[in-house]
């Protein structure tokens, strides 16, 4: 396998984790469109035809998806 897919495979994966653990996050939390705007970014990651550049928007997608995640999950501790 070619380095450059090897890289591009290792990112998917760390995304599609990233991006699971968020919708389950807002799931939990009741907040189901914010989880179905999830899941849409991982229908998305999991399409074959993903160009770099949209793995680029998803990641920038899923790091705003994941700080908000983390602020949800700090409100219902408090």
Known sequence: MNP???C???RRRG???SLKATRTIFAEAGDFVRATKVELGIQML???RV???MLDLLAQS???AARDAA???MAERD
């Open 15 to 17: 995304l599609l984790s």
């Open 71 to 73: 602020d949800v999950a």
């Open 46 to 48: 999991l399409d074959q």
């Open 4 to 6: 450059d897919d090897v």
């Open 62 to 64: 899923a790091a705003v």
């Open 8 to 10: 591009r495979l290792m």
């Open 51 to 53: 160009s770099d550049r």
